[in-house]
T-cell receptor
Framework: GNSVTQMEGPVTLSEEAFLTINCTYT??????LFWYVQYPGEGLQLLLK???ADDKGSNKGFEATYRKETTSFHLEKGSVQVSDSAVYFC??????????????WGLGTSLAVNP | DAGITQSPRHKVTETGTPVTLRCHQT?????MYWYRQDPGHGLRLIHY???????DKGEVSDGYSVSRSKTEDFLLTLESATSSQTSVYFC???????????FGPGTRLTVT
Protein backbone atom coordinates (compact mmCIF):
# COMPACT_ATOMS: atom_id res chain seq x y z
CA GLY A 1 0.00 0.00 0.00
CA ASN A 2 0.88 3.66 -0.09
CA SER A 3 3.33 4.95 2.49
CA VAL A 4 5.31 8.04 3.44
CA THR A 5 8.73 8.20 5.04
CA GLN A 6 9.82 11.44 6.61
CA MET A 7 13.19 12.31 8.11
CA GLU A 8 13.31 12.04 11.86
CA GLY A 9 13.81 15.03 14.03
CA PRO A 10 14.27 17.03 15.97
CA VAL A 11 15.98 19.45 13.64
CA THR A 12 17.64 22.44 15.31
CA LEU A 13 18.80 25.40 13.24
CA SER A 14 19.95 28.93 13.77
CA GLU A 15 17.92 31.79 12.39
CA GLU A 16 18.55 32.44 8.66
CA ALA A 17 19.86 28.90 8.08
CA PHE A 18 18.73 26.80 5.13
CA LEU A 19 16.14 24.13 5.87
CA THR A 20 15.54 20.81 4.18
CA ILE A 21 13.14 18.20 5.53
CA ASN A 22 13.16 15.02 3.47
CA CYS A 23 10.03 13.15 2.47
CA THR A 24 9.86 10.10 0.23
CA TYR A 25 6.85 8.06 -0.70
CA THR A 26 5.68 4.74 -2.10
CA UNK A 27 2.50 4.81 -4.12
CA UNK A 28 0.68 3.38 -7.06
CA UNK A 29 -0.76 5.75 -9.60
CA UNK A 30 -0.36 9.51 -9.37
CA UNK A 31 -0.97 10.71 -5.83
CA UNK A 32 -1.15 14.27 -4.59
CA LEU A 33 1.42 15.34 -2.02
CA PHE A 34 1.11 17.74 0.88
CA TRP A 35 3.08 19.44 3.61
CA TYR A 36 1.26 20.44 6.78
CA VAL A 37 2.58 22.48 9.69
CA GLN A 38 1.56 22.30 13.34
CA TYR A 39 2.49 25.18 15.63
CA PRO A 40 2.62 24.48 19.36
CA GLY A 41 -0.81 23.91 20.86
CA GLU A 42 -2.62 24.12 17.54
CA GLY A 43 -4.12 21.88 14.90
CA LEU A 44 -2.45 21.09 11.59
CA GLN A 45 -2.52 23.64 8.79
CA LEU A 46 -1.97 22.99 5.11
CA LEU A 47 1.35 24.58 4.14
CA LEU A 48 1.63 23.61 0.49
CA LYS A 49 0.67 20.94 -2.00
CA UNK A 50 1.48 19.48 -5.41
CA UNK A 51 -0.87 17.40 -7.49
CA UNK A 52 1.30 16.13 -10.34
CA ALA A 53 4.90 15.34 -11.20
CA ASP A 54 7.26 18.34 -11.44
CA ASP A 55 4.73 20.63 -9.73
CA LYS A 56 6.26 22.98 -7.19
CA GLY A 57 4.18 23.95 -4.20
CA SER A 58 5.12 27.10 -2.33
CA ASN A 59 3.87 29.18 0.57
CA LYS A 60 5.39 31.48 3.22
CA GLY A 61 8.87 31.04 1.74
CA PHE A 62 8.65 27.23 1.84
CA GLU A 63 8.88 25.17 -1.34
CA ALA A 64 8.61 21.51 -2.31
CA THR A 65 8.83 19.89 -5.74
CA TYR A 66 7.02 16.68 -6.66
CA ARG A 67 9.77 14.42 -8.04
CA LYS A 68 8.33 11.25 -9.48
CA GLU A 69 11.69 9.88 -10.58
CA THR A 70 12.98 9.91 -6.99
CA THR A 71 9.54 9.56 -5.34
CA SER A 72 10.30 12.56 -3.16
CA PHE A 73 8.71 15.79 -1.97
CA HIS A 74 11.36 17.48 0.15
CA LEU A 75 10.46 20.67 2.00
CA GLU A 76 12.91 23.58 1.73
CA LYS A 77 13.24 27.13 2.95
CA GLY A 78 16.13 29.41 2.23
CA SER A 79 16.21 31.34 5.50
CA VAL A 80 14.30 30.11 8.53
CA GLN A 81 12.95 32.31 11.28
CA VAL A 82 12.21 31.62 14.93
CA SER A 83 8.52 31.71 14.04
CA ASP A 84 9.01 28.66 11.79
CA SER A 85 9.54 26.49 14.86
CA ALA A 86 6.86 23.83 14.54
CA VAL A 87 6.23 20.22 13.58
CA TYR A 88 6.06 19.52 9.83
CA PHE A 89 4.12 16.61 8.35
CA CYS A 90 4.36 15.15 4.87
CA UNK A 91 1.20 13.46 3.53
CA UNK A 92 0.14 11.48 0.47
CA UNK A 93 -3.31 11.07 -1.02
CA UNK A 94 -4.94 7.66 -0.94
CA UNK A 95 -8.24 5.96 -1.71
CA UNK A 96 -9.95 3.22 0.26
CA UNK A 97 -11.64 0.21 -1.31
CA UNK A 98 -14.77 2.30 -1.88
CA UNK A 99 -12.81 5.13 -3.57
CA UNK A 100 -13.20 7.38 -0.55
CA UNK A 101 -10.45 9.90 0.08
CA UNK A 102 -7.86 9.66 2.80
CA UNK A 103 -4.35 10.93 3.52
CA UNK A 104 -1.36 8.82 4.49
CA TRP A 105 0.84 10.67 6.98
CA GLY A 106 4.51 10.80 7.80
CA LEU A 107 5.47 10.79 11.47
CA GLY A 108 6.31 14.48 11.56
CA THR A 109 9.58 16.36 11.93
CA SER A 110 10.04 18.81 14.76
CA LEU A 111 11.93 21.98 13.87
CA ALA A 112 13.38 24.35 16.43
CA VAL A 113 14.94 27.61 15.24
CA ASN A 114 17.18 29.47 17.65
CA PRO A 115 17.72 33.25 17.47
CA ASP B 1 -11.11 28.91 8.15
CA ALA B 2 -13.19 25.82 7.40
CA GLY B 3 -15.55 26.40 10.32
CA ILE B 4 -14.56 23.37 12.37
CA THR B 5 -15.05 23.27 16.11
CA GLN B 6 -14.32 20.51 18.59
CA SER B 7 -15.79 20.04 22.02
CA PRO B 8 -14.75 19.73 24.71
CA ARG B 9 -11.27 21.17 24.23
CA HIS B 10 -9.95 19.51 27.35
CA LYS B 11 -11.28 16.60 29.34
CA VAL B 12 -10.07 14.49 32.24
CA THR B 13 -11.95 11.28 32.86
CA GLU B 14 -11.54 8.07 34.79
CA THR B 15 -10.79 4.63 33.41
CA GLY B 16 -13.93 2.77 32.47
CA THR B 17 -16.15 5.78 31.86
CA PRO B 18 -17.71 6.53 28.48
CA VAL B 19 -16.56 9.68 26.68
CA THR B 20 -17.96 11.39 23.59
CA LEU B 21 -16.06 13.98 21.60
CA ARG B 22 -17.86 16.19 19.14
CA CYS B 23 -16.71 17.64 15.86
CA HIS B 24 -18.92 20.27 14.25
CA GLN B 25 -18.56 21.88 10.84
CA THR B 26 -20.56 24.68 9.30
CA UNK B 27 -19.82 24.23 5.58
CA UNK B 28 -21.56 21.01 4.62
CA UNK B 29 -18.41 19.03 3.78
CA UNK B 30 -18.93 15.40 2.92
CA UNK B 31 -15.74 13.93 4.38
CA MET B 32 -14.88 14.04 8.08
CA TYR B 33 -12.05 12.32 9.91
CA TRP B 34 -11.00 11.56 13.48
CA TYR B 35 -7.30 11.24 14.31
CA ARG B 36 -5.28 10.82 17.44
CA GLN B 37 -1.82 12.30 17.88
CA ASP B 38 0.73 10.78 20.21
CA PRO B 39 4.48 11.39 20.58
CA GLY B 40 6.44 9.08 18.32
CA HIS B 41 3.37 7.96 16.40
CA GLY B 42 2.48 11.03 14.43
CA LEU B 43 -1.12 11.26 13.32
CA ARG B 44 -3.18 8.06 13.23
CA LEU B 45 -6.62 7.71 11.66
CA ILE B 46 -9.30 6.33 13.98
CA HIS B 47 -12.47 6.51 11.89
CA TYR B 48 -13.72 8.52 8.97
CA UNK B 49 -17.01 9.36 7.33
CA UNK B 50 -17.92 9.99 3.72
CA UNK B 51 -21.54 10.94 4.30
CA UNK B 52 -24.42 10.80 6.75
CA UNK B 53 -24.46 7.33 8.30
CA UNK B 54 -21.48 6.31 6.10
CA UNK B 55 -18.43 5.61 8.23
CA ASP B 56 -15.42 3.33 8.11
CA LYS B 57 -12.56 2.24 10.34
CA GLY B 58 -9.08 3.65 10.25
CA GLU B 59 -5.85 2.08 11.43
CA VAL B 60 -6.51 2.41 15.20
CA SER B 61 -10.28 1.93 15.57
CA ASP B 62 -10.34 -0.60 18.42
CA GLY B 63 -12.09 0.86 21.47
CA TYR B 64 -13.70 3.67 19.47
CA SER B 65 -17.02 4.11 17.73
CA VAL B 66 -18.41 6.97 15.68
CA SER B 67 -21.71 8.30 14.52
CA ARG B 68 -22.76 10.79 11.90
CA SER B 69 -26.50 11.39 11.92
CA LYS B 70 -26.20 14.91 10.47
CA THR B 71 -23.77 16.29 7.91
CA GLU B 72 -22.41 18.86 10.33
CA ASP B 73 -21.64 16.61 13.31
CA PHE B 74 -19.23 13.69 13.65
CA LEU B 75 -19.11 12.12 17.11
CA LEU B 76 -16.31 9.96 18.47
CA THR B 77 -17.16 7.73 21.44
CA LEU B 78 -14.85 5.86 23.74
CA GLU B 79 -17.21 3.26 25.18
CA SER B 80 -15.02 2.52 28.20
CA ALA B 81 -12.00 4.79 28.38
CA THR B 82 -8.57 3.32 29.09
CA SER B 83 -5.29 5.04 29.95
CA SER B 84 -3.94 4.10 26.51
CA GLN B 85 -6.55 6.43 25.03
CA THR B 86 -4.97 9.46 26.67
CA SER B 87 -4.13 11.54 23.63
CA VAL B 88 -4.86 14.63 21.62
CA TYR B 89 -7.76 14.05 19.24
CA PHE B 90 -8.15 16.00 16.02
CA CYS B 91 -11.09 16.19 13.72
CA UNK B 92 -10.62 17.13 10.08
CA UNK B 93 -12.86 17.80 7.12
CA UNK B 94 -12.09 16.98 3.50
CA UNK B 95 -12.77 19.49 0.76
CA UNK B 96 -14.99 18.54 -2.14
CA UNK B 97 -13.04 17.57 -5.24
CA UNK B 98 -9.75 17.52 -3.35
CA UNK B 99 -7.70 15.46 -0.97
CA UNK B 100 -6.99 18.49 1.22
CA UNK B 101 -8.00 18.22 4.83
CA UNK B 102 -8.60 21.03 7.29
CA PHE B 103 -8.25 20.48 10.98
CA GLY B 104 -10.05 21.50 14.11
CA PRO B 105 -8.19 22.82 17.16
CA GLY B 106 -8.04 19.45 18.92
CA THR B 107 -9.27 17.91 22.17
CA ARG B 108 -6.80 16.94 24.85
CA LEU B 109 -8.14 13.88 26.65
CA THR B 110 -6.58 12.48 29.81
CA VAL B 111 -7.76 9.14 31.18
CA THR B 112 -6.69 8.58 34.80
Amino acid sequence: GNSVTQMEGPVTLSEEAFLTINCTYTATGYPSLFWYVQYPGEGLQLLLKATKADDKGSNKGFEATYRKETTSFHLEKGSVQVSDSAVYFCALSDLDAGNNRKLIWGLGTSLAVNP
Amino acid sequence: DAGITQSPRHKVTETGTPVTLRCHQTENHRYMYWYRQDPGHGLRLIHYSYGVKDTDKGEVSDGYSVSRSKTEDFLLTLESATSSQTSVYFCAIGLKGSYEQYFGPGTRLTVT
